[in-house]
């Protein structure tokens, strides 16, 4: 029976608007092109999911990689608080399956000094209906690593078998799947609450 759900965060349940809150700040195309490469999609934004290097030492290589458009960069980072904003329809979503007596864990790739600007900044509406949490940035692992899976599970003594995991990345939900937990890939809500309600009506069948 399933009993658990598991959320990954970002594009699931709040948006990572790095491309809006680019041209909110007035950057060219051109540079949000070279930013999706050499930025948000870097080696070194990896490290600051990781959590292993002073976040300090990885913002300076991002400002040398995004040369030379250092002042774009520095807008980016001054404004970061507005990096993420929840979909209307996330804490509903949790609240629904937790009416149905399932518990709502988040198991996320986020860099641990923004997810804590992130929460201060109210973007995380949905922190007080989960029932636990592990971010990569605070326990130095990162999906798709089976081993922030397994972290997760043994810190709250989960089955795997009675576990669903919703994530937008198919290497992450292919890990899950190998752990044993059931996967859904998510790629748009209506879609994704379809299969998981049938994921969980099959279960008590």
Same mark, same amino acid.
């Given at each position: ?13 709040? /948006?990572?608007?790095? +491309?809006? @809150? ?11 092109? @070279? ?5 948000? &999609? ?5 490290? @600051?999911?990781? &959590? ?27 404004? +970061? ?15 629904? @399956?937790?009416?149905?007596?399932? $518990? ?7 860099? +641990? ?7 201060? $900044? &109210? ?16 326990? +130095? ?12 599970? /043994? ?27 059931? &996967? ?22």
């Amino acid at each position: 029976m399933i009993k658990n759900v598991i959320f990954d965060v970002g594009n699931v349940l709040v /948006e990572f608007r790095w +491309r809006k @809150l680019m041209e909110e700040l007035g950057a060219p195309t051109n540079v949000q092109s @070279l930013f999706e490469k050499n930025v948000f &999609g870097s080696h070194w934004w990896g490290e @600051l999911d990781l &959590g292993c290097l002073e976040e300090s030492d990885v913002v300076a290589h991002l400002r040398r990689e995004s040369e030379p458009y250092q002042k774009e960069f520095d807008a980016i980072w001054e404004h +970061r608080s507005r990096l993420v904003e929840p979909y209307n329809y996330t804490v509903s979503w949790i609240r629904h @399956l937790k009416q149905q007596g399932l $518990c709502v864990y988040l198991l996320s790739n986020y860099p +641990r000094e923004m997810f804590t600007l992130h929460t201060e $900044c &109210g973007c995380f509406p949905f922190l007080d209906d989960v029932d636990g949490k592990v971010v990569s940035g605070f326990v +130095r692992m990162v999906k798709p690593n089976a081993d922030i899976y397994l972290h997760l599970i /043994e810190k709250y003594h989960l089955n795997a078998s009675e576990c669903v995991f919703l994530d937008d990345r198919k290497e992450n939900i292919q890990t899950a799947v190998n752990i044993g937990m059931k &996967g859904i890939v998510f790629e748009k809500y209506d879609l994704a609450a379809a299969m998981l309600e049938e994921y969980i009506k099959k279960s008590k069948a």
